[in-house]
């Protein structure tokens, strides 16, 4: 005699709460149909009536179940997880992406699965692995230091979302900043305000961001007819430690300047606290203007002219890039562009 009765009959086998979570059998039984009717019920694939259908919902009510998105993704061939490379975790402006990740993962019942890479290509390669053996259904790199052919390769058995790259391949999707733009608007700004000696703090020259914010940097100059000093540029390495420095070795340099343009805002507020030790005013004795817009930028001592950059809308659209792919769907994300924030620490050149 099969134990369980029809939802049909209005009667149903009693199913109680144990000290353990609610299993799925049990919410079968207590709605009278089968455990495959309930996945089917729950993963909005069961062609059945709505009689089946609200005596699932009622026994799941009465129960307090709770399903398990892992087991119902596990069961359509999906973890429902994503992996994501990023540089650094503790990073302002990388944690910012991270929360625009989330924020547009969880509603759809993703989870990110997050890990660093440090810039390092030998360790975002063992990312990968790592992320692959812990079967997500994607990975989504923010910028990092794995060549282009190697996320084609990684392409072909896992899907891609890259930050930071121009790249077309199958089973990828790049979203790319415009940071030679963004560097000329920066350098450009300070021209308008009278600057033409304009000290540069670079970052990583093997970082791709650092580069085209130092083409743009060149081309705002050779555009305003100046010069191009090499001497004026100080590589950092988009830390506030570095930007300290690097006004250390401007001074030192005895070469003459009265604007800097930092690469980002963390180099930025170490250039400034640099000025400051050497009793210089920002920006009465020099102007300064970093990249990024990061949130504490608007409450440093002065707030930092920047470029604004959208962290949290690159996470966002970086996690809405992955969810179309896994879906099928064409990309139709895009980044908005640089805009120029002027703020305290940049003003008209005084003479």
Known sequence: MNPKSSPRSGKRAVAKRGDGPVTLEAVALAAGVSPSTVSRILNGTAVVSELKKKAVEDAIAELGFVPNPVARGLAGGRTLSIGVIT???????????????????????????FVSGHWNAAAESRCVEVLRSRRVDGIIVLTGRLTDQALKTCAKNVPIVVTGRSLKASGLISLNFDNFEG????TQHLIDLGHRSIAFISGDPDHPDAVERLRGYRAALEAAGLAYDAKLVIPGEFHEVSGLLAVDRLLESRRRFTAIFAANDQMAVGAVLGLHRRSLRVPEDVSVVGFDDLPSSLFSIPPLSTIHQPAYELGRLAASAMVRLLA?????????????IARESSRRLAG
Do not use: C, M, V
């Open 183 to 186: 560097g000329r608007l920066a």
């Open 87 to 113: 540089q650094a975790i503790d990073s302002p402006f990388y944690g910012a992406a991270l929360r625009g990740i989330e924020d547009e993962l969880d509603p759809l019942g993703y989870r990110a699965l």
């Open 328 to 340: 099928g769907d064409k990309s139709t994300e895009e980044l908005p562009g640089p805009r120029l």
